[in-house]
């Protein structure tokens, strides 16, 4: 059974930073990613990574401020949040699938529970 293990969730000030990782039980994959979703707001993506950092996608409005990776054995993916802002506010959810197509949500069979970020401004 797969299971995606997330970590580094918290609370912290505007303008600090985080970094979040997930963790593939006993599995690889080729597309790891994250997306968010803030209450009464739909979930949106983060950034995705494909085969171990080939390739990856960012959202334009995060574009500068995230950096996703993934480890060479494709079971973990890590996003490193700096410059955070309040509207960062969210659940962030670790996704995995076989196959990117850049940020959407449905190519990601795989969802872990999530993981609280808060920013206070």
């Known amino acids: 059974q797969v299971q995606l293990v997330e970590s580094g969730g918290g609370s912290v000030q505007a303008g600090g930073s985080l970094r979040l990782s997930c963790a593939a039980s006993g599995y690889t994959f080729n597309c790891m990613g994250w997306f968010r979703q803030a209450p009464g707001k739909e979930r949106e993506a983060v950034a995705t990574v494909y085969s171990g950092g080939r390739k990856t996608y960012y959202a334009d409005s995060l574009k500068g401020r995230v950096t996703i990776s993934q480890d060479s054995t494709k079971s973990t993916v890590s996003l490193q949040m700096n410059s955070l802002k309040s509207e960062d506010t969210a659940m962030y959810y670790c996704?995995?699938?076989?196959?990117?197509?850049?940020?959407?949500?449905?190519?990601?069979?795989?969802w872990g529970q999530g993981t609280q970020v808060t920013v206070s401004s």
């Open positions: 996704a995995a699938g076989s196959i990117c197509r850049g940020l959407l949500g449905a190519d990601f069979r795989y």
